[in-house]
């Protein structure tokens, strides 16, 4: 996501110069060469003293001890903000060290909903920022006019905004991204492996994103494990209605059988059709249907 | 589906003549051209006198109707089969409709699993099956050399093929592709209007399934409700489980906390080497890998 983020900030002009700091030696060379940084450092010192923002695009259990080296090696006037999946207690942590530090650097937090399953710097040209929503999570400390530049860049980068205090951030991405990723996961615990041999494209799309790094969605789902809980059970007892509802279904020749068919078929409606509106008018849309060479099928095809 | 079979045998020379039969105009004029068919017709009887192999690709619930149809209007030599998605009740509905008729024409149930949530003839191009899996549903009273051609049928597309009973065919499929579609749709249904305005593109992922035929899944699920159902059961005590792990790793400060987080990452490393082992070793993975432009992320890289 550094790498996108780098790649979108030089083709918009979004920034004088883009520094990329790295662990990886290989990913110096490669991050030059695929254009998404103007030079690259393993020092982080280095890449970040002349910064006027600096973005940390590490995983969030990472993101406070990061922090903390930026804020020791970045000049006063810097802003920093970050890329993590889950702010509460991201900012919490961050906002406290700067406290403590009495430093001048600026926080604010930001989420770019615009990954991938794939990490690293070779997934950095597949990430499409330009019309995806990035949540800033401003707090009562958080400085305005730091706020705004955050904003600003963002926007430049052809993303839209909005702000959300962070608990309310964690609340409604733990069922619109931590739950649909834990359900990749588990999907796939629940195959066996004969299930697995004989299985199509359907599954394959359905386990996609439990390709995604395991460390990272372990602090993801760390961080946000109370709310990921509430969603979870939700979901356990809406498996357990459906169970019921498939075997009134199955129960062929007994009276209930029409109306079970009849309220799948409204269940499953309505499900689509919320799909439909949703992702038909969400920027992605568009994309999505030439991506893939086809319209969407219309919801009057039902 | 129909279009993609069709599309799939004139490329392999895999038929003299492909015949299209459609109940939309329309699709007669874009099946033509896009060289899914030789010549298409809204008649069946004058589609399908002349066959040697009919392929029925409709809804599992119009299967045996559309059988019917084809039984009556076939010369006594064709071969019939279908691309139903359950195959129990299929099977038996068409070897009860052949044997009270006693008509000469065979039929052997075939299930490629390569189809999309796209349906109609705009999707033909978009489905692969070459290199993908057909399964072939034989009973005792399935004709050997009806089950040898239909077997080369599929093998001269690319497909690779195997036999599986129907009642184990459903069982396997349930869990490998009926249950992810029905997740998707419960996933949606699980959304608020909040967390759907505020999703990002591993939602999207994960509900694209979703933007099935209604009526085609109302049909797949209500034929094999009784197996989707156990499994559906099965998933909602895993979520439950998931949900009990959470609340654990969410008790911070706690001393259950560093034992929930390790098991925790076992179950989604697992999930994931499980996932990379299947779709590494599958005819699809290459494929996948290429059309993303990146390589997947090794096991290594967790």
Redesign the interface.
């Known amino acids: 996501m550094g790498g996108a983020v780098g790649l979108a900030a030089r083709r918009a002009n979004a920034a004088l110069r883009v520094t990329g700091v790295t662990a990886k030696r290989e990913t110096v060379e490669k991050a030059r060469q695929m254009g998404a940084v103007d030079e690259a450092t393993l020092d982080l010192r280095a890449g970040v003293q002349d910064a006027d923002l600096v973005v940390l695009a590490v995983p969030v259990h990472l993101i406070p001890a990061m922090a903390q080296s930026a804020l020791s090696a970045a000049q006063p006037e810097a802003i920093i903000t970050d890329l993590g999946s889950t702010k509460a207690g991201v900012v919490a942590a961050v906002d406290e060290l700067i406290s403590k530090q009495k430093a001048q650097v600026r926080f604010v937090g930001s989420h770019p909903?615009?990954?991938?399953e794939?990490?690293?710097i070779?997934?950095a040209?597949?990430v499409r920022l330009a019309g995806?929503?990035c949540?800033l999570t401003p707090t009562s400390s958080t400085n305005g006019e730091a706020y705004r530049q955050v904003d600003e860049f963002w926007k430049s980068l052809g993303m839209r905004t909005m702000r959300?205090p962070p608990g309310e951030h964690d609340a409604?991405?733990a069922?619109?991204?931590h739950?649909?990723?834990?359900?990749?996961?588990?999907?796939?615990?629940?195959?066996?492996d004969?299930?697995?041999?004989?299985?199509?494209?359907?599954?394959?799309?359905?386990?996609?994103?439990?390709?995604?790094?395991?460390?990272n969605?372990?602090g993801i789902?760390?961080q946000n494990?109370?709310e990921?809980?509430?969603?979870?059970?939700?979901?356990?007892?809406?498996?357990?209605q459906?169970?019921?509802e498939?075997?009134a279904?199955?129960a062929a020749g007994t009276p209930g059988v029409e109306a079970a068919?009849e309220r799948?078929?409204r269940?499953?409606?309505?499900?689509?059709q919320?799909?439909?509106e949703?992702?038909r008018k969400a920027p992605?849309a568009a994309t999505?249907a030439r991506a893939?060479?086809?319209?969407?099928?219309t919801p009057e095809?039902?």
């Open positions: 909903l615009a990954g991938s794939r990490s690293g070779d997934a040209p597949l995806a929503l949540i959300l409604v991405l069922r619109s991204s739950f649909p990723h834990l359900l990749a996961f588990a999907l796939l615990q629940a195959q066996t004969r299930s697995l041999s004989l299985s199509g494209p359907g599954l394959r799309d359905m386990t996609r994103l439990a390709g995604s790094d395991v460390s969605w372990v789902f760390t494990a109370g990921l809980a509430k969603v979870t059970k939700e979901f356990s007892q809406e498996m357990r459906l169970s019921v498939l075997e279904l199955a068919r799948l078929f269940y499953l409606a309505d499900a689509r919320r799909r439909e949703h992702f992605g999505e893939d060479g086809a319209e969407p099928p095809a039902l």
